[in-house]
Structures are given as C-alpha cells and as structure tokens.
C-alpha cells in the first residue's frame, strides 16, 4: 500500500506524503513510488507530507538518504512537512543538508503546509 496521493487546494495541485502507520515494507514502496513519481515530474514538485508517528528505521534512512542524492535534490523539490518529532526532526535536516537541492521545510499542519505551498507558487 502507498502512502501517496494526489490533492487540491485552492486551485493547486500537490503530491501528499503519509507515513503514518505503515509498516516498514509500505513505507520502502512509498519511498520508491515518490522517487518515481518525483522523476516524471517537472523540476521543482513540492510534496505535502505527514510525518505524524512515522517509525523509521535504519534501512529505510539508507535508501532515503540514496534517493535523495539520486532523484530528489537533483529534481529540486520541496518537501513540506508537518508532525515531525525526535529521529524525524533530526533526519530532516540532514535531509536538507545533503540534498545537492531538496528542501525540507517543517510546518505545523496540513493547513499550515499549503499555506506555505501557496506562498512558493508565487
């Protein structure tokens, strides 16, 4: 099962992310399904993406970590982010830091998260 989908507010479109209680195996497929859907995307894509009780563990760090060097800082995307908390805060800034042009920008809800999503389009 994927945590992907595809939603609309106020007239803009984004891929939103959940992790929320998948287990490991589903969140690994959702890590692969957004690197591919990022890739067909035009540059830039910013994702929407609950993060609210996401349990990472050490392989999926190491094939985050791939695929953001690979696929999502080369693409330039923008991942807002809300419900980050302990491991995940920490993993998000690392994120960023080595994405080559990924962002990561914590937000304090899904509202908060398209607000900010707006904002960007302009």
Not at 95 to 120: K, M, Q, T, W, Y
Request: proline letters at 3%.
């Amino acid at each position: 099962m994927s945590g992907l989908s595809w939603r609309e507010a106020d007239g803009v479109r984004y891929l939103h992310v959940a992790w929320a209680a998948l287990p490991e195996a589903d969140m690994l497929t959702t890590l692969e399904d957004l690197a591919a859907r990022i890739a067909e995307e035009p540059a830039g894509l910013a994702t929407v993406t609950d993060a609210r009780g996401m349990a990472v563990s050490t392989r999926f760090l190491t094939r985050a970590k791939t695929l953001n060097r690979d696929v999502f800082g080369p693409r330039r995307g923008t991942f807002l982010v809300y419900g980050l908390s302990g491991i995940v805060q920490v993993m998000a800034r690392g994120f960023s830091n080595v994405g080559g042009g990924s962002r990561v920008v914590p937000c304090r809800d899904e509202d908060h998260a398209v607000a900010l999503l707006h904002a960007l389009r302009r």
